[in-house]
């Protein structure tokens, strides 16, 4: 069986090349049909023989490759992310009806009981389906300190959550917070808060392995990577969205007394990492469950 996938490359290629890995019994193609007009003719030609089309994000605007697998006739999946959740709800609230020829012929999956609500009530029925994984640590050193590490994007720090961070920062002075992706040249300076930029996937296990708290505080999110992986790394998490696992923030009134909390189990713990945290990934999100999984769907479903 031949599977076409298209749309945003970020995670679908990868995803594409893991499928080839584990399944040598199906033909797994990925098309970036945003950015490549080669891959635009490419995505024409496999459909004809193709069975399924996967749109690796959910479409809430016209799509001539989706538009083509409509007319084909081919089974099509929608896989929505965080972001396509935003762009569908503004563009409901535009009044762009493109969304709906493409849902209601379309399978919709999501990774996030949250975005499953959101989509809900936008009017997409869509069923939770996980393609993120990660690796469990096998190290059992403990971290050296209870700072904090987080993620925000260059040119984007508010929408990551910025200003939360600098209000802790203010209010814990003895704590560290070591911010990746954005180099801070535009934000207010801090004491304790060092802007690392844009760094190596070396760096941010260096940066893991040292700092015991990660913290995620995003407007909005899907089923974060980062989350996962700092999970999978035996960290104390601080999200806004609920989960097993991590120490939930509803609203940035509960923040300092949830970090409080956090500071408390990890100077308890001796700085152990959290081992219920690695167990859990490695249960819920290995490689091969997840993958295996995604299979059975787009096989058998």
């Given at each position: 069986m031949k599977i076409l996938f298209s749309?945003?490359?970020?995670?679908?290629?990868?995803?594409?090349?893991?499928l080839r890995e584990t399944d040598s019994e199906n033909t797994y193609l990925f098309c970036d049909t945003y950015y490549s007009k080669k891959d635009q003719l490419k995505f024409l030609f496999h459909l004809i023989t193709?069975?399924?089309?996967?749109?690796?994000n959910g479409a809430s605007s016209n799509s001539g490759s989706l538009n083509w697998a409509l007319r084909f006739k081919k089974p099509l999946?929608?896989?929505?992310?965080?972001s396509d959740v935003l762009?569908?709800?503004?563009?409901?609230l535009g009044r762009n009806n493109?969304?709906?020829?493409?849902t209601q012929q379309a399978k919709s999956f999501t990774d996030a009981v949250w975005l499953q609500q959101e989509l809900q009530e936008l009017g997409v029925e869509a069923s939770i389906l996980h393609f993120k994984h990660a690796r469990p640590t096998t190290s059992t050193a403990?971290?050296?300190?209870?700072?904090?590490?987080s993620y925000l994007a260059q040119n984007n720090e508010l929408f990551y959550g910025i200003e939360a961070i600098q209000n802790l920062a203010f209010h814990f002075p003895q704590i560290t917070f070591h911010l990746i992706g954005t180099d801070g040249n535009s934000m207010k300076h801090f004491p304790n808060i060092q802007y690392h930029g844009w760094v190596s996937k070396d760096k941010v296990t260096e940066l893991m392995n040292a700092n015991a708290i990660y913290l995620r505080l995003t407007a909005h999110d899907?089923?974060?990577?980062?989350?996962?992986?700092?999970?999978a790394n035996g960290n104390y998490v601080i999200w806004n969205n609920p989960h097993p696992c991590v120490n939930f923030v509803k609203d940035?009134?509960?923040?300092?007394?949830?970090?409080?909390?956090?500071?408390?189990?990890?100077?308890?713990?001796?700085?152990?990492r959290v081992k219920a945290n690695i167990d859990w990934v490695a249960e819920h999100h290995s490689k091969e469950k997840i993958l295996r999984n995604y299979i059975r769907m787009l096989i058998h479903d």
């Open positions: 749309g945003l490359p970020y995670f679908g290629k990868k995803l594409v090349q893991e193709a069975k399924k089309v996967v749109s690796f999946i929608m896989q929505w992310h965080g762009t569908l709800r503004t563009n409901k493109s969304a709906s020829k493409y403990p971290f050296q300190t209870a700072n904090v590490v899907g089923y974060s990577l980062s989350v996962l992986e700092a999970l940035n009134s509960s923040l300092k007394l949830v970090f409080e909390k956090v500071l408390d189990q990890v100077k308890t713990a001796g700085y152990a």
